[in-house]
């Protein structure tokens, strides 16, 4: 594997010294860029985008080629593993996923697929090699899952949902059985990542989507216990140095205490909380990733240039910070608004690493 030419994300992560804060964005390979809707209408439909490796690396390298940001991230779906695991994951047109077999009962959990990471998942490690290659050392690359509580909620809805109720029914009616398919998940996700670090991803990331839609006592005993297995099951090593672990709940900024107990390197924020009193309730213990709302991005370049200034200034001085937004980037958002915000981070950050 070439050397790491830019390692400034990994170092944030770590809370080591950087010259400025590093910055990538959630779905930078994505809708919003031409070049990527270009790709995707070659390959036709969205699943097969992310099972052609050869494609999942060129749309993973082409926000690299127009923007300097600091890091790569996998293109693939959080859906691959319950797909691998036999619930048949297909896209209805302006509808999202949907499953043709979701969980309904203990027979359906005992009968999910044990997925081998190079066969059912093959084409994810695949990819993973592929734009380690490509990126010839440029920016590190991030691997990712869904959380097990996140796969699970659309395992158990059979598509996305707003209102949770069978997933939540099985919660709170046959608590046994959502924990029984949870500890299937979280053992499956953890040699899904430790296959994808073994490939060659340089950090991962955990997107726990739909944390945010329980109690506080459910989060931890339904979300974040699972989230803690797979962090105490990673491989934090590879190629010499250490591998990151980002954990992001989404809607989860009140319980940021016991997440950062949780055992990962970083915590994701999104932007419903002020940074600087994020780092304030974490201390030393983890790195913090966020938290512009991506709507600002429609906003002017000035006025996107003055909201980074503020968070930067929010976070103060010092490591531990990795810019980012609160969420993913739209659709509909101009690229030249994208390049504004990272341009930015970096001309205002190295006032704060010196």
């Known amino acids: 594997m070439s050397e790491l030419k830019n390692d400034r994300f990994l170092r944030a992560l770590l809370k080591e010294p950087v010259d ?17 809707k270009a790709t995707r209408a070659k390959a036709g439909d969205f699943m097969t985008l992310c099972k052609t490796p050869e494609l999942a690396t060129e ?21 691959t593993v319950p797909d691998a695991m036999g619930l048949g994951l297909y896209f209805s047109e ?12 203990k027979a359906d959990i005992d009968n999910l697929i044990n997925p081998q990471m190079d066969e059912e998942l093959g084409y994810v490690m695949a990819a993973v090699s592929m734009i380690r290659r490509e990126l010839d050392g440029r920016v590190p690359l991030i691997g990712f899952t ?3 509580w996140t796969l699970a909620t659309y395992m158990v809805e059979g598509s996305s949902s707003k209102e949770y109720a069978k997933v939540k029914g099985m919660l709170y009616d046959q608590p046994q059985l959502m924990h029984l398919l949870l500890d299937k998940l979280a053992d499956t996700i953890i040699d899904y990542l430790n296959a994808q670090i073994e490939h060659g ?6 997107f726990d989507t739909w944390g945010g839609v329980l ?25 010499g140095r250490k591998v990151p672990v980002i954990m992001f709940s989404k809607g989860g900024c009140q319980w940021l205490e016991a997440q950062a107990d949780a055992g990962a390197d970083a915590l994701g924020l999104d932007w419903t909380l002020d940074i ?22 429609y906003a002017s370049p000035e006025r996107i240039r003055e909201e980074v200034a503020t968070i930067l200034e929010s976070y103060g ?27 930015a981070v970096h001309e205002l950050s190295p006032a704060y690493h010196k």
């Open 20 to 36: 400025m804060t590093p910055v990538w964005m959630m779905r930078q390979a994505g809708r919003y860029l031409p070049e990527y």
């Open 317 to 343: 001085k010092g490591s531990g910070h990795v810019f980012n937004l609160g969420h993913g980037i739209h659709q509909f958002v101009d690229p030249e608004h994208a390049k504004a915000f990272i341009e």
């Open 201 to 206: 991803a340089q950090a991962v990331m955990i």
């Open 276 to 297: 600087g009193a994020a780092r304030e309730r974490v201390g030393d213990k983890v790195a913090l990733q966020g938290n512009m709302d991506p709507c600002v991005l």
């Open 146 to 148: 869904g959380s097990p």
């Open 94 to 105: 302006g509808e999202g996923p949907r499953f043709e077999r979701p969980i309904r009962s």
């Open 215 to 239: 109690t506080t006592r459910d989060y931890k005993e339904f979300s974040l216990r699972y989230m803690q297995k797979i962090m105490d099951g990673l491989n934090r090593e590879s190629e």
């Open 59 to 79: 749309v993973t390298i082409q926000p690299l080629d127009r923007f300097p940001l600091d890091a790569a991230i996998l293109f693939s779906d959080i859906l």
